[in-house]
């Protein structure tokens, strides 16, 4: 099956730890994103990555790093530089940046103990 | 940089009435733009999208319109059914952010039987 896979599905994060969410896609595209959401907002753009090891800020980048190291990958990590980090975290692909049509993974809850 | 408003923030209908969802965008640059719907603890999925040399597009029961000139764009669902209920978030993009969508804080759907 093709798609995007995120895991896990629910990750706890204590003070002062810093915690990755994994990515995956196996569409072959060249595009891949980060959005934030919290409960009655909207999807906000943490990091975005047009091609292998190249990447660029979204609106909300503080406290968060990315990598892509590999076309299939794009892994997230949530610093203890980020206060406030339960949330919602959504990956997404798309063909090519051009291309505009975005492909989600199911999300991974994020929460503080 | 793009700042993309959606009305209503919910939105309860009668099962075979119509919903509407409006979008404004602030971005002339801006060319693509897609819809989203979103099921519980689910990533959103595309459900239809249209360009900025298109001013209406449809799928079945589902239209989009887009005023280029006014830069707002509308999402029509017409017969609704109980199944179309979730929240549908409206997005804006184009090439000055790198295609990276900017979205909506999306729109409560209830269809009620």
């Known amino acids: 099956d093709g798609g995007i896979t995120q895991s896990p599905k629910y990750l706890f994060r204590k003070e002062g730890q810093n915690v990755t969410l994994s990515c995956e896609q196996n569409l072959n595209h060249d595009a891949m994103y980060w959005y934030r959401q919290d409960p009655g907002q909207g999807l906000r753009l943490i990091y975005y990555?047009?091609?292998?090891?190249?990447?660029q800020k979204g609106d909300i980048a503080e406290g968060y790093s990315v990598s892509r190291e590999k076309k299939e990958s794009f892994p997230l990590t949530v610093t203890s530089a980020q206060k406030n980090p339960t949330a919602f975290y959504l990956c997404a692909s798309s063909v090519s940046p051009a291309v505009g049509k975005l492909f989600f993974g199911s999300g991974t809850q994020l929460s503080v103990l | 940089g793009e700042n993309v408003e959606q009305h209503p923030s919910t939105l309860s209908v009668q099962e075979g009435d119509s919903a509407v969802i409006k979008c404004t965008y602030s971005d002339s640059a801006s060319n693509y733009f897609p819809w989203y719907k979103q099921e519980l603890g689910k990533g959103p999925q595309l459900i239809i999208d249209i360009r900025s040399n298109v001013g209406e597009k449809k799928d079945q029961r589902i239209a989009v319109t887009l005023n280029k000139t006014a830069k707002h764009f509308s999402l029509h669902i017409t017969e609704t059914q109980p199944e179309d209920s979730a929240v549908y978030f409206c997005a804006a993009g184009g090439s000055n952010s790198g295609y990276a969508l900017n979205f909506g804080k999306g729109t409560s759907l209830l269809v009620t039987p």
């Open positions: 990555s047009q091609i292998v090891n190249d990447f």
